[in-house]
């Protein structure tokens, strides 16, 4: 079978911006084809990750970006899975590749999240939740994962404080990293003193809104080294969904971001000794140390350690290094495109690309995206260095 | 698989589940394979995959399995917030996520509390689908 890699990424600004989704979408495109030949001459079929057509009053985005990435009469779809819609296209284009169907694939994702305030992306995030029951009790995305962090502290001896040792960690790397939405560190006192959102959690515990886009081209090993670039082994993937309301789930051991992850080592050949840093779904601080554990990267309760140096970790930890880009929580959240800002800065991670941040040494990566609340859907994909394959 | 014959009286609908509410009774689905307790009632059991789902009544009393406080609601429940929102484990088994009618400090995890009905308000009605007018809404009260 043919072997899927990552060719090529870029990203448009994150945050508040004056750019339209399509516009966004352009400089993602824009930075991604740099330096290859025009979309319309490599590129073969679209999947773009979009979360809630309720921002732009647009669905239909599949057919939208092929067209101003100047393709035609190409398969385009728009995939949706809340926040693993990013996740869920690069899916789609490594399976493309890896069977045959395609020789290039461009799995893009785009949120503008920023259209309609805070309120509105409060509004258009609810859609997530089940309608008969959540929805109609007024929950909130931080509400939801707010039900997982009181639950997660009650159960553990993490604290507060650790949930915002885990912020202080990400706003740290995202201040080496020039695409963050946040590249400013922050101290524990800012978080445990912002305001609350949804207790346990408060502002510095919850990703921001923010628009942005992200384009990632998914080839053949032939393809990418023909067109001379670096290239990063999609080694694994899987996916996993689960209940979507949050009360019928076990709110601690996050079973459908395991099975996502474990899939995706399988596929790969790989033990999770073997995962130098990952990228994972953020949305809240207590997420990291759910997910943590989830991936296997720590013993269930111990996963609020993520901000501790590896050797001060308890036993049983691995050695990653999670979430290097300064993660959802201060490198940014623009929902659709999410999935894919993860693989983004495993790609530069893995290709020497990544600067200041550059954690010594990386060859495998585990990315994991998830949708809905917690592991509704979750997406994990392995990404390793041509050299590690 | 026998559901081809489900209508909006059947309980393992939405309008048969909501319409049973409305009388005060708390419907669950029970998968007659593994036991697990499925609220609302639907035609197949998701820790198994069962489609043999008896439909029960289920004790209206549990207890805080999580809680928390919406401080910043969607718009439609703007004038409610901020207020307290909670998974409640059943004593049948279940669980269910639903308001809580007590402030957030005086509401801690394994609370005993108790499912009640009411009418939706005027706002809810505003925001309510065609068909969920006339669906009831559930509280938890503090026993």
């Known amino acids: 079978m043919p072997e899927p890699v990552i060719a090529s990424v870029g990203a448009s600004p994150l945050g508040r911006t004056d750019l339209p989704g399509r516009d966004l979408f352009s400089v993602a495109l824009g930075e991604a084809f740099d ?18 057509e309720s921002y732009e009053h647009q669905i239909m985005y599949g057919t939208l970006l092929a067209e101003w990435a100047g393709l035609r009469h190409v398969p385009a779809e728009r995939v949706e899975g809340c926040a693993a819609a990013g996740a ?13 169907e395609h020789e290039a694939v461009l799995a893009c994702g785009v949120e503008k999240m920023t259209s309609a305030g ?3 992306a409060t509004d258009a995030l609810s859609a997530a939740f089940d309608r008969a029951i959540e929805q109609r009790s007024g929950i909130t995305a931080p509400s939801q994962y707010a039900l997982l962090a009181q639950r997660y502290l009650h159960e553990t001896d993490a604290t507060e404080r650790d949930l915002a040792k885990i912020a202080v960690k990400n706003h740290g790397n995202a201040a080496r990293n020039p695409r963050a939405q946040f590249p400013k560190e922050i101290d524990v006192a800012t978080v445990l003193e912002s305001d609350p959102v949804a207790p346990p959690l408060k502002l510095y515990d919850c990703a921001p809104v923010g628009d942005g886009a992200a384009a990632v081209l998914v080839t053949t090993a032939e393809l990418a080294a023909d067109l001379d670039q670096p290239q990063v082994h999609v080694a694994g993937s899987g996916a996993s969904a689960n209940n979507i309301a949050v009360a019928e789930r076990d709110m601690t051991d996050i079973a459908g971001a395991r099975i996502a992850a474990e899939t995706a080592y399988e596929e790969a050949g790989i033990d999770v000794a073997a995962v130098d840093i990952a990228e994972v779904h953020d949305a809240f601080t207590v997420c990291e140390a759910l997910l943590a554990e989830a991936a296997g990267f720590a013993p269930a309760g111990t996963g609020y350690q993520s901000y501790q140096p590896p050797a001060e970790r308890a036993d049983g930890w691995t050695d990653v290094q999670l979430s290097p880009s300064g993660g959802l929580k201060a490198r940014g959240h623009p929902i659709g495109a999410t999935g894919l800002l993860q693989a983004l800065e495993a790609y530069e991670q893995l290709t020497g690309a990544a600067g200041d941040r550059a954690v010594e040494d990386a060859e495998t990566a585990l990315l994991l995206n998830e949708g809905g609340v917690a592991d509704a859907v979750t997406v994990g994909h392995v990404l390793t260095t041509a050299e590690a394959q | 698989m026998t559901d081809g014959d489900l209508d909006a009286t059947d309980p393992r609908t939405l309008p048969g589940f909501f319409d049973a509410l409305a009388d005060g009774e708390l419907l669950g689905g029970v998968c007659a394979d593994c036991g697990q307790v499925l609220l609302p009632p639907r035609p197949a059991c998701y820790a198994c995959g069962s489609r043999a789902v008896d439909v029960e009544p289920q004790s209206p009393e549990g207890q805080i399995f999580s809680y928390t406080e919406v401080h910043t609601p969607p718009p439609a429940f703007a004038a409610d917030a901020p207020y307290t929102v909670a998974v409640v484990e059943l004593a049948d088994g279940g669980r269910l996520l639903g308001r809580v009618a007590a402030d957030y400090a005086d509401v801690t995890i394994g609370d005993a509390v108790e499912l009640t009905v009411r009418e939706p308000t005027a706002t809810e009605q505003e925001i309510a689908l065609d068909y969920e007018h006339d669906w009831p809404v559930h509280v938890f009260e503090p026993r």
Do not use: C
């Not at chain 1, 330096?35 to 809630?52: H, K, T």
């Not at chain 1, 869920?88 to 045959?100: F, I, P, S, T």
């Open chain 1, 35 to 52: 330096e290859l030949p025009d979309p319309a001459d490599i590129v073969e079929a679209v999947y773009v990750g979009n979360q809630s």
């Open chain 1, 88 to 100: 869920l296209a690069l899916r789609h284009a490594v399976k493309d590749v890896r069977n045959g």
């Open chain 1, 118 to 120: 805070t309120s509105g």
